[in-house]
């Protein structure tokens, strides 16, 4: 990790031109995205979220989440997760769905588009959310003109609309009434065997606020946190106001003050993500400035 950051600070400043070196490493992102204007959405972001959070922690209401936890062939959830991609516009004929460690999309070109997603077998909603946020990449990317490829009318405007497409499809579709009004029959097929539950019954278990220590499976209150907390770290690492040493105990002091959780070992904190190890710093941040 020490060697990334030390190549990653050499980029910055030679990128930096008369800037600090974490905004020119958010512009290669997100391109005129800035510390100034990122620091007061996140500072508004967690004023907001971190009590909210807490208060439904200490609040001792449990939802019952029964009906999206049971025993969930992983192979029928695959199924399920691709017929709904499609169902939803995803172009299987050029792209395709396959399982790894860590959930992403990948556009060679608008004829190439590659998913990948992960699963619980006592739980289908990190693998079905995971397609559906997955997707929605993948169909911005399908959606690209082909004629302009290679050009910048052909290339992603920037991460924060490609993550508003993500989110939209995770969070505002996906978790809707009326999504699982239609899915629901689906589902059913899939796991033939799982009790059967109607809308009403699988709603509260699509919105609970959960405060974890995985980015990827957090919750729509508790993901913005987990975004806010690489964006602290990843200003003090390029500011001289963190060292690599101090890193992981940062992390776990950062997480329990935003979320009230300690990750039990560093595979479950400051190592989760894929996006540090391949020295993707600045890439967070811009990603959700559709948030």
């Known amino acids: 990790m020490a060697r990334i950051i030390d190549l990653v600070g050499q980029k910055a400043d030679a990128l930096a031109d008369g800037r600090s070196r974490y905004d020119a490493l958010l512009d290669l992102y ?24 807490k208060a439904a922690a200490d609040s001792g209401v449990v939802v019952d989440e029964s009906p999206a936890q049971g025993d969930f062939d992983p192979g029928a959830q695959c199924i399920l997760g691709q017929a709904t991609a499609k169902a939803m516009g995803f172009d299987f004929e050029s792209g ?33 959310f ?3 946020h997955e997707m929605g990449h993948g169909l911005y990317e399908q959606g690209l003109p082909a004629d302009w490829q290679g050009t910048p009318v052909g290339s ?30 689906q589902f059913r097929t899939a796991f033939p ?16 606020i959960q405060p974890s220590l995985i980015r990827v499976e957090a919750d729509e209150a508790t993901y913005n946190l987990h975004v806010s907390a690489r964006y602290e770290l990843e200003r003090k690492l390029f500011s001289g106001g963190l060292t690599v040493d101090e890193l992981p105990e940062a ?6 003050q935003m979320l009230g959780v300690h990750a039990p070992s560093a595979a479950d904190g400051v190592l989760q993500d894929i996006h540090w ?15």
Do not use: K
């Open 96 to 128: 395709r769905l396959d399982q790894a460690a860590h959930p992403f999309c990948t556009g060679f070109d608008v004829g190439d588009v590659r998913l990948t997603w992960r699963f619980q077998s006592d739980d289908f909603r990190p693998a079905l």
């Open 130 to 132: 995971g397609i559906l």
């Open 156 to 185: 992603p405007a920037g991460l924060g609309v490609h993550e508003s497409q993500s989110r939209l499809w995770e969070n505002l579709v996906g978790r809707s009434r009326s999504f699982w009004e239609w899915l629901i029959p």
């Open 193 to 208: 065997d799982h009790p059967h539950f109607g809308v009403d019954a699988i709603y509260p278990a699509l919105h609970t």
């Open 30 to 53: 997100e391109p005129g995205s800035v510390e100034a204007e990122l620091t007061p959405l996140f500072d508004g972001l967690r004023a907001e979220l971190a009590p909210l959070v």
């Open 251 to 256: 992390w776990d002091m950062t997480y329990q």
């Open 277 to 291: 190890a391949m020295g993707a710093f600045g890439y967070f941040p811009t990603s959700h400035r559709a948030i």
